[in-house]
């Protein structure tokens, strides 16, 4: 498939999605708002992609949702019907919602890897990745309060799960720009690494373990980590266990066993 917006490449088992709008500090225009679905669909039907990298080309990661995109947006909705023209902005809303949502309906883990700047629509994306790394020259903003308006494609959703209720109050009602460092602390990021290069290199070691684990086992742990996110213990420990009653006698399960057995590594099949 070719992108307009994005390039898209797999090799020794991990997918790399990479914005690629440098001229426009890969801000998030209509076609990239399609296609990032697109790309992490593919991964999601690609046996041979066990997991994902996700990065930005250019000196920003992202500048966050185009504003021309925002202001086109006005012949996109029309109706002479105002009724019918706040459901056509619904629409619009819901299917930029079901964009990033696809990184977490993708059933291999996204590996958000942050440089530069990643702002307002960017917080949106990253928060949907299953892990998040970032060089130390990375800012983060929610920008969206200083153009007058809600986030509403997923930060104000996800963030407070991911760094707590208060600090994500602070950061959603003031704007601030915040560093690499303080992104650590609050755990909004799992390392922060010293420069782009080392970022590359680090996030694509963490994505090489990934891929040489069960592919299996690796979408059973996301599928259950995600379902757990949003359900009580109760209701999660009993889908795992109906989970595991299908998928625990698997291939997986033997080829395992027997190479920590032999103390070699395990080839698993897609």
Known sequence: MSYKTLTVTLENHIATVRLNRPEKANAMNVDMWQEI??????????????????????????????????????????????????????????????????????????????HGGCVGGGIDLITCADMRYCSSDAYFTIKEIDIGMTADVGTLQRLPKLIGEGMARELAYTGRRFTAAEAREMRLVNQVFDSREALQAGVREMAATIASKSPLAIRGTKEMITYARDHSVADSLNYIATWNAAMLLSDDLQEAMMANMGKRPAEFKN
């Open 37 to 114: 679905r697109q790309a992490f669909r593919w991964v999601d039907d690609t046996p041979d992609a066990r997991v994902a990298i996700l990065e930005g080309e250019g000196k920003l990661f992202t500048a966050g949702i185009d504003l021309e995109m925002m202001m086109g947006m006005g012949s996109t909705i029309h109706n002479d019907c105002e009724a019918r023209m706040r459901e056509n902005l619904r629409r619009v809303i819901l299917d930029m919602q079901d964009t990033l949502t696809s990184l977490e309906r993708c059933r291999k883990p996204v590996l958000a890897a942050i």
